[in-house]
């Protein structure tokens, strides 16, 4: 798993423009990970819940977690209000995606049996 994140400034609104910093997250899994994942139904589990500096405030959460089927697929973009947000978002992307990859490496096998006497 080759992780890049980037950071940039996106300016949004019409009349009252409004300054966000941008958090993008790009993840490039090898095809045995990949493999793991598709097999193993892992596409469903949220990583993160979040909400982006530019949900509405009658949004409901839902649409927002970032999810292992998500970054497979290409690029997230995550939109905060300042660049301290912005790097706390990075520090809990790093601790998501080390699990992840854990987690993609103890699916890659079946467990193994034991004997336990008690």
Sequence with gaps: MRIEISHHTDRKGLLFKTTYYVVVLNVQFSHEEKHIIAERRLGDAVLL???PATAKHNERDDGFALTVSGIVKGPDHFYTANPGDA????AQLLLALEQLKSWVM???EGGERIV???
């Design 49 to 51: 819940e979040r909400r």
């Design 87 to 90: 790097k706390a978002y990075q």
């Design 106 to 108: 103890v699916n890659a």
């Design 116 to 118: 336990v006497e008690l």
